[in-house]
């Protein structure tokens, strides 16, 4: 019989945010797997350390590129699908092993999360359970105990690698905003959102409800760039 595989969300970065379900699936599952940049521990792993032992078998799977080529590129696509299929593959060697898998996932794992590409390759053929996290926005506008949206105002989820102009669009048509996956971009953001008369309301986090959290207005923030788990939060008025 094959195993079951488990997509966790843990939550946007203090380990008491996981959820008791994702949390005691995890203690319970021995093979784990997690995505990680080139020379960094994995952030879904950093969470889940304390709930992990010895008992454990871990899967990582390292992200071949990362910034060094264009998001809209062919060449970053095809890099991509091909990792994400190997990593699918060693999954399904596991599962086919009657091996239950849990494959970690900061936040949410179907709101910008790397594991719904494995859902997309292994859902057809094996029985797939997802538990829900915390986002990362949630996390964040709570530590800033910011109200994002009140009465009939709608939010709108941006990321960061759009074009100038479809942000100053999509930006002057909102009435309340989350920008996520800042990194290399922040210049073309702060751009666009001054463009859209918005630049004052920005509130930047980084890594937020981690220990080395940061958090201020944007116009205070000199940075030329700014880490991959930061994001700008604009609130309705």
Same mark, same amino acid.
């Given at each position: 019989?094959?195993?079951?595989?488990?997509?966790? +969300?843990?939550?946007?970065?203090?380990?008491?945010?996981?959820?008791?379900?994702?949390?005691?699936?995890?203690?319970?599952?021995?093979?784990?797997?997690?995505?990680?940049?080139?020379?960094?521990? +994995?952030?879904?792993?950093?969470?889940?350390?304390?709930?992990?032992?010895?008992?454990?078998?871990?899967?990582?799977?390292?992200?071949?590129?990362?910034?060094?080529?264009?998001?809209?590129?062919?060449?970053?696509?095809?890099?991509?699908?091909?990792?994400?299929?190997?990593?699918?593959?060693?999954?399904?060697?596991?599962?086919? *092993?009657?091996?239950?898998?849990?494959?970690?996932?900061? +936040?949410?794992?179907?709101?910008?999360?790397?594991?719904?590409?494995?859902?997309?390759?292994?859902?057809?053929?094996?029985?797939?359970?997802?538990?829900?996290?915390?986002?990362?926005?949630? +996390?964040?506008?709570?530590?800033?105990?910011?109200?994002?949206?009140?009465?009939?105002?709608?939010?709108?989820?941006?990321?960061?690698?759009?074009?100038?102009?479809?942000?100053?669009?999509?930006?002057?048509?909102?009435?309340?905003?989350?920008?996520?996956?800042?990194?290399?971009?922040?210049?073309?953001?702060?751009?666009?959102?001054?463009?859209?008369?918005?630049?004052?309301?920005?509130?930047?986090?980084?890594?937020?409800?981690?220990?080395?959290?940061?958090?201020?207005?944007?116009?205070?923030?000199? *940075?030329?760039?700014?880490?991959?788990?930061?994001?700008?939060?604009?609130?309705?008025?």
């Amino acid at each position: 019989m094959n195993g079951h595989l488990y997509i966790l +969300g843990m939550g946007p970065g203090d380990p008491e945010l996981v959820t008791r379900k994702s949390e005691r699936i995890l203690r319970q599952t021995v093979v784990y797997a997690y995505f990680a940049k080139k020379g960094e521990v +994995g952030h879904a792993r950093k969470i889940a350390d304390d709930m992990l032992s010895s008992q454990h078998q871990e899967l990582r799977f390292e992200y071949p590129i990362t910034t060094e080529i264009p998001h809209q590129s062919n060449e970053y696509k095809e890099a991509l699908a091909l990792f994400y299929d190997q990593s699918a593959k060693i999954i399904e060697q596991h599962l086919q *092993d009657g091996q239950d898998v849990a494959l970690l996932c900061e +936040g949410d794992p179907l709101l910008y999360g790397s594991a719904m590409y494995i859902l997309e390759r292994l859902q057809p053929n094996y029985l797939t359970h997802i538990v829900p996290g915390i986002t990362a926005m949630s +996390g964040c506008w709570s530590a800033a105990q910011l109200p994002i949206v009140k009465y009939e105002q709608t939010l709108t989820v941006l990321p960061a690698t759009l074009p100038l102009e479809q942000l100053v669009t999509k930006l002057r048509l909102c009435n309340a905003a989350v920008i996520m996956k800042i990194g290399r971009n922040l210049s073309k953001v702060k751009q666009a959102l001054q463009s859209a008369g918005l630049l004052d309301n920005a509130i930047y986090i980084e890594r937020g409800t981690q220990t080395e959290e940061k958090m201020m207005p944007l116009t205070q923030f000199k *940075d030329s760039k700014a880490p991959y788990f930061s994001l700008i939060l604009i609130a309705g008025s």
